[in-house]
């Protein structure tokens, strides 16, 4: 296990979950597009989803530019949080009681990007991140949407991840204690593709939507 | 529709995705256990998972005494938000791409229940929502481990979802795009207990771990 990359990154509870190396920080985020991400309004906390992808030690997410969030987070302190729950773990005694869990948490300050032909590329990566090939398919974004789209970006630099897998860890006493103790794994289920009725009579599901899926 | 319940609640995009009834707000935060708050610590926005519960028009979640969190939230601002992802809404254009969803979000003041017969039954309603009937299964809480758990609670007084539903609205000229249209739906799969290797021999898993599941 590598250092946290600064004392607010360094994980406490559970430090020995703690991972602070590129691979492990790139994977999970790779796998989870959902995330939140809490900045100050108004002096006070606001925490609201958000759809992340990364290039590099960058990641990226969009919105409205003429949403809350994207108004308040230009140039301000903020944290991402990208989690993915693998599983309920059920011990001996409630408190020992656990998740299995993959997660990142990065703090730092969120930049606008404002070159149209970045946005147009950090848009069509995330559009192909999901359904390869897409952006092409799709009709072409126009200079009006691609004003009213804000994309923000937040170096990971200061990120940090927590994994935990396996079985509970119960107090050494509690192991005689006849309870049943175990984990029910959960994941991310991806149902068949329910096409559009609107859709155009030879148009056909491209074979690369069914290609999606995270976690 | 009912209104918002305050100002900073008032859902400002896609509003008409917004919902402020009771029913609504209540079926979602019932449905997932997994949620993330938001929080300032030194200043800095901090977001982080937590598990929540509810009883009537209070949210619950708990944590260690310890916790950069426990220590933060008591007594101050914090904003909840508990989100569902139900599909990938893949739409003609990159710009109308959207994701189907239910979420709360709630604003308001933590605040730490101290009294150690209400902490002891929130949890005990805490373990049982997950598996029913299962507190009791369990090697009993001690004192020690009631004073290292912090109870935090949270009123749904300024609380607000949004939901969306079904396919993609492009705009009124992309419909003749030849551009597949549709949604990938997506839920949460709870797979089959994995009982932990070193339970007695004459252990057998309660029935009612099968009925945990969420989303």
New interface residues.
Partial sequence: MSEAPSE?TRV??YHWLAKYDTETIHGIIDAMP?A?????H?G??????I?QWREGDTLYWH??N???MMRSVDGQ?????I?I?DG?V??????N?N?N?R?V?V?GTARKITDDDEKRRQ??RF?NG??PG??D???P??DQ?LK??ALLSLPLAEASAKVRTG??EDDDT???????????????????????????P?????PE?LS?RYG
Same sequence: chains 1, 2.
Avoid: K
């Fill in positions: 607010r406490r509870r959902f939140h991400i809490a900045y100050v108004e006070r906390p606001v925490v609201t989803p759809m919105g409205s003429a949403s809350r302190e903020v944290c991402v949080c989690s729950v309920l059920l011990a001996r005694s409630a408190y009681y998740i869990h997660s948490m703090f848009l069509a559009v999901l359904v897409q952006w398919r799709l009709r974004v126009t949407e009213a789209t079985q509970p509690d192991y005689c204690f006849p309870a049943w103790a175990g984990v029910v794994p959960v994941g991310v289920r991806v149902d068949a593709p329910v096409a559009d009725p609107r859709n155009l030879d148009v056909t599901m491209p939507v999606f």
